[in-house]
């Protein structure tokens, strides 16, 4: 069976701090994508990951795929009240379709 | 430039309505596919098209859930006689060689 398990679910932040959000996957793959989703609005890529040992960087987002563990974690550096939003990671198991994850939702506090 | 438009935005049916959802994906993108999102979840797969065909429809709920795409570009959902379980944000996509572009949604409401 096909799972994308992300963990936490709720991430309630201080703002400053870092933080990590983790994806687990059930079945080999190498192609990994994160999104952002705002409140009533559709996902936002952030990164692809297509490759074992893959990292990419945006500003205070950081991406990195291990697909020996089958696992990606998305870092948060420095939280800001701008990166509150619920993440999702998708695996794409078959060389089209994604499966999600539950989604992570990220609130930042002062 | 343009990305994947979907229309309506908003759509509430009465139970046992037929509804259509419309998508038009990027320019040249040759594959195209349908997510339905239930509130507070991720995403799920409904179907996949590529240029006309459409090579997987595992996802699709019921036999009252139809997609199309006759001349490879924009694609049609229809569900039939709806019901309240199909209230949902239904995500259109199109994808060219490594990513796939979401759209807005069309945010569906059966009462």
């Known amino acids: 069976e096909l799972k994308v398990e992300q963990n936490p679910l709720f991430l309630s932040m201080q703002e400053g701090k870092n933080y990590t959000i983790y994806c687990n996957y059930s079945t080999t793959s190498d192609r990994l994508y994160w999104y952002r989703q705002d409140p009533g609005k559709s996902l936002e890529s952030l990164f692809v990951?297509?490759?074992?040992?893959a990292v990419k960087q945006e500003g205070r987002l950081m991406a990195s795929l291990d697909t020996k563990a089958r696992l990606s974690t998305l870092h948060i550096t420095a939280a800001v009240h701008d990166l509150s939003a619920t993440y999702f990671c998708?695996?794409?198991?078959?060389?089209?379709?994604?499966?999600f994850g539950a989604g992570t939702t990220v609130t930042v506090r002062a | 430039g343009a990305g994947v438009s979907q229309s309506p935005r908003y759509k509430v049916a009465k139970r046992g309505q037929d509804v259509a959802l419309r998508c038009d994906p990027i320019?040249?993108?040759?594959?195209l596919f349908w997510y339905q999102q239930a509130l507070g979840q991720g995403p799920e797969f409904l179907t996949y098209f590529q240029n006309e065909a459409q090579l997987d429809k595992s996802g699709l709920p019921s036999d009252r859930f139809f997609a199309e795409r006759p001349e490879g570009s924009v694609s049609t959902l229809k569900i039939q006689r709806t019901q309240q379980e199909d209230s949902a944000v239904y995500l259109c996509a199109s994808s060219s060689v490594d990513e796939q572009y979401f759209g807005p949604g069309t945010r569906l409401t059966v009462t």
């Open positions: 998708a695996v794409d198991f078959n060389d089209y379709k994604l499966s």
């Open positions: 990951l297509l490759s074992n040992g």
């Open positions: 320019s040249g993108h040759v594959s």
